[in-house]
C-alpha cells in the first residue's frame, strides 16, 4: 500500500471536506472512499458471476 491514496479519492476528500483544513483527516477519508469504491467494484463484480443473478457463473 503506498502512503497516498488516489487522487481521485484525494480530489473526492477536499470536496465533502471543504472546511477541513486537517490534512491528515482528509488523507484518511480519501483512503475510506478509495475502500469503498474498491468494495463496490468486488461487489459489482461478484455479482455478475453469479448464475442465479443472470451472471455466468
Given at each position: 500500500?503506498?502512503?497516498?491514496?488516489?487522487?481521485?479519492?484525494?480530489?473526492?476528500?477536499?470536496?465533502?471536506?471543504y472546511d477541513v483544513e486537517d490534512?491528515?483527516?482528509v488523507t484518511r477519508r480519501a483512503w475510506e472512499i478509495a475502500?469503498?469504491?474498491?468494495?463496490?467494484?468486488?461487489?459489482?463484480?461478484?455479482?455478475y458471476d453469479d448464475p442465479d443473478e443472470g451472471g455466468e457463473g
Open positions: 500500500m503506498t502512503d497516498r491514496p488516489p487522487e481521485w479519492a484525494l480530489q473526492r476528500a477536499g470536496e465533502e471536506l490534512v491528515d483527516r475502500r469503498q469504491e474498491r468494495q463496490i467494484e468486488r461487489e459489482r463484480h461478484d455479482e
